[in-house]
T-cell receptor, first 109, second 114 residues
Framework: AQRVTQPEKLLSVFKGAPVELKCNYS??????LFWYVQYSRQRLQLLLR??SRESIKGFTADLNKGETSFHLKKPFAQEEDSAMYYC???????????FGKGNQVVVIP | DTGVSQDPRHKITKRGQNVTFRCDPI?????LYWYRQTLGQGPEFLTY????????KSRLLSDRFSAERPKGSFSTLEIQRTEQGDSAMYLC????????????FGPGTRLLVL
């Protein structure tokens, strides 16, 4: 079974402070991990994926297979980072995404 | 706008009625997915198509739910004899089957069953 856990529902940070969103997963095979973001009144969109190993909008995420985690980090939060963030997983050989419950991030000016 | 589109954006219906939603994917995308999202939860997978073939269905998809993609382009999701528990946001996503497949989501159809 594919399972994604995002323990914190709401995260409030001050502008310029670091942000870390936790994501843990459960999957018996070799997963592909993603972070999706939904800004206010916009559709869900891909932020980054672990195989790309790139930084998007200052965000990075490292897949830690030992800890089965894929935490999202940004050193300095900006007001435009306020959004809903979802961690998602797809398993090898299947394409469906399993999402966590999401984190609401509020960046305080 | 060449993104995924969904119609209608909102639907209010009475319990026991049938409803049908439409999804138009990005034109060259051969995969199409349906998800359901309830309040406070992430999207949950319902079913997906590659071209016109429905390749996987979730256990969440009861026999009151049926999805089609007859010509491998747009898709419809029908819910028969709606129940209050069907109230949710229904999301469609499309993708191109390749090594770095990315699912692009539509704006969703919000269903309220009274």
């Amino acid at each position: 079974a594919q399972r994604v856990t995002q323990p914190e529902k709401l995260l409030s940070v001050f502008k310029g402070a670091p942000v870390e969103l936790k994501c843990n997963y459960s999957y018996s095979g070799s997963p592909e991990l993603f972070w999706y973001v939904q800004y206010s009144r916009q559709r869900l969109q891909l932020l980054l994926r672990h195989i790309s190993r790139e930084s998007i909008k200052g965000f990075t995420a490292d897949l830690n297979k030992g800890e089965t985690s894929f935490h999202l980090k940004k050193p300095f939060a900006q007001e435009e980072d306020s959004a809903m963030y979802y961690c998602a997983l797809s398993g090898h050989g299947n394409n469906r995404l399993a999402f966590g419950k999401g984190n609401q991030v509020v960046v305080i000016p | 706008d060449t993104g995924v589109s969904q119609d209608p954006r909102h639907k209010i219906t009475k319990r026991g009625q049938n409803v049908t939603f439409r999804c138009d994917p990005i034109s060259e995308h051969n995969r199409l997915y349906w998800y359901r999202q309830t309040l406070g939860q992430g999207p949950e997978f319902l079913t997906y198509f590659q071209n016109e073939a429905q390749l996987e269905k979730s256990r969440l998809l009861s026999d009151r739910f049926s999805a089609e993609r007859p010509k491998g382009s747009f898709s419809t999701l029908e819910i028969q004899r709606t129940e209050q528990g069907d109230s949710a946001m229904y999301l469609c996503a499309s993708s191109l089957a390749n090594r770095e497949e990315t699912q692009y989501f539509g704006p969703g159809t919000r269903l309220l069953v009274l």
